[in-house]
C-alpha cells in the first residue's frame, strides 16, 4: 500500500506561482503513474496532470503551458509546479499514485486559493 502526503499549498494572487508536492511512502517501489487532480468548490473532481515513471507527462487543456508536473524517483516525490495562477485554479488539489498491481492511492488533498 502506498501512503501520499502533499504540501505546498496555499493563497496566491492572481499570475503567481505555487509548487506543490507530493511524498510517497510505503510499497513505493511498485508505483507506475503519477499525477494530480483538483476539486473545485461544487464542481466535480477533475484530472490535472499524470506523469509516468519514465517522465512522460500529459495535462489537461486548461493547465497546458502553465502547469508543468515532473516526479523526482530516487525521493518518491510529485511535484506540480503552476505558474500564471487564475481564480479558475482555485480547488482542493489531490495526489494520486496508481500501483502497478492495480487500485489508486490517493491524498489528503492540499488547499490553493488564487485571488483576484
Known amino acids: 500500500q502506498v501512503q501520499l502526503v502533499e504540501s505546498g499549498g496555499g493563497l496566491v494572487q492572481v499570475g503567481g506561482s505555487l509548487r506543490l508536492s507530493c511524498a510517497a511512502s510505503g510499497s513505493i517501489f511498485n508505483i507506475n503513474n503519477m499525477g494530480w487532480y483538483r476539486q473545485a468548490p461544487g464542481k466535480q473532481r477533475e484530472w490535472v496532470a499524470t506523469i509516468g515513471r519514465g517522465g512522460t507527462a500529459a495535462y489537461i487543456d486548461s493547465v497546458k503551458g502553465r502547469f508543468t508536473i515532473s516526479r523526482d524517483n530516487a525521493k518518491n516525490t510529485v511535484y506540480l509546479q503552476m505558474n500564471s495562477l487564475k481564480p479558475e485554479d482555485t480547488a482542493v488539489y489531490y495526489c494520486?499514485?496508481?500501483?502497478?498491481?492495480?487500485?489508486?492511492?490517493w491524498g489528503q488533498g492540499t488547499q490553493v486559493t488564487v485571488s483576484s
Open positions: 494520486f499514485a496508481n500501483p502497478t498491481n492495480g487500485g489508486r492511492s
